[in-house]
């Protein structure tokens, strides 16, 4: 007969799996005379701060993040308002006016914030 062994521990390796890099990212964009600082949550247009509702905020934030890239209506609902939250579609497009009008600094000058009709909004990164 065999005397019992106790079993050994041995301290357990674990392979660490390479995470996904993060990535950057950017607190301050400036497009043209708007400066736009995700830290402070604070907007200027021509060296004056506007003042945005953090929906608001959220809506001018998430357009900046691919400037030029046309964003449904329904996507901004998604990325803005989450998936928890029932909103019209519609809440957008009054969300939209309200921002293009706190950001307009002249009447001759072209909104920043662009409408693609029947399809949703982009954000302006060049001269029309």
């Known amino acids: 007969m065999r005397p019992?062994?106790?079993?050994?521990?041995?301290?357990?390796?674990?392979?660490?799996q390479s995470q996904?890099?993060?990535?950057?990212?950017?607190?301050?964009?400036?497009?043209?005379?708007?400066?736009?600082?995700?830290?402070?949550?604070?907007v200027t247009v021509d060296d004056q701060v506007v003042h945005l509702t953090p929906r608001e905020f959220q809506l001018l934030?998430?357009?900046?993040?691919?400037?030029?890239?046309?964003y449904r209506r329904e996507e901004?609902?998604?990325?803005?308002?989450?998936?928890?939250?029932f909103v019209a579609v519609r809440t957008?497009?009054?969300?939209?006016?309200?921002?293009?009008?706190?950001?307009?600094t002249r009447d001759?000058?072209?909104d920043i914030v662009e409408t693609i009709w029947g399809v949703g909004y982009r954000l302006q990164i060049g001269p029309q």
């Open 20 to 42: 996904p890099a993060k990535r950057a990212t950017v607190a301050l964009v400036f497009i043209g005379q708007l400066a736009i600082d995700r830290h402070r949550q604070e």
């Open 76 to 85: 901004l609902l998604t990325l803005v308002w989450g998936t928890e939250t």
């Open 108 to 110: 001759d000058h072209p």
């Open 4 to 16: 019992k062994r106790r079993p050994i521990s041995l301290p357990v390796r674990r392979r660490q």
């Open 61 to 70: 934030w998430t357009l900046t993040q691919r400037p030029g890239k046309v």
């Open 92 to 104: 957008v497009d009054v969300h939209m006016a309200k921002l293009r009008h706190k950001l307009r």
